[in-house]
Nanobody, 115 residues
Framework: QVQLVESGGGLVQPGGSLRLSCAAS????????MGWYRQAPGKERELVAA???????AYADSVKGRFTISRDNAKNTVYLQMNSLKPEDTAVYFC?????????WGQGTQVTVSS
């Protein structure tokens, strides 16, 4: 059984910062890639950022230059540093990990950007 525990969401003013964390635990033999997705009300879930076990990263155009994804392989943890937040970044953020056999999703953490 694999569990993903997310933390770090909350309410922040426009221009502010938040750091999301997602820790994976359980029967994990290898993680190939880790990523963050988000889903705003009435919209489809979209990829925000991803990182491979080799450290290669990819970002949605809407967050490039503002968000940074990183991972700690020893802790099976992925982070998302979000700076210069905008109201349109408001969404539920989910982490996802890809192992050799399947993927796993976190329960989601709410990020609200509002004054």
């Amino acid at each position: 059984q694999v569990q993903l525990v997310e933390s770090g969401g909350g309410l922040v003013q426009p221009g502010g910062s938040l750091r999301l964390s997602c820790a994976a635990s359980g029967s994990i033999f290898s993680i190939n890639a880790m990523g963050w997705y988000r889903q705003a009300p009435g919209k489809e879930r979209e990829l925000v950022a991803a990182i491979t076990n080799g450290g290669s990263t990819a970002y949605a155009d809407s967050v490039k230059g503002r968000f940074t994804i990183s991972r700690d392989n020893a802790k099976n943890t992925v982070y998302l540093q979000m700076n210069s937040l905008k109201p349109e970044d408001t969404a539920v953020y989910f982490c996802r990990i890809l192992t050799g056999t399947r993927d796993y999703w976190g329960q989601g953490t709410q990020v609200t950007v509002s004054s």
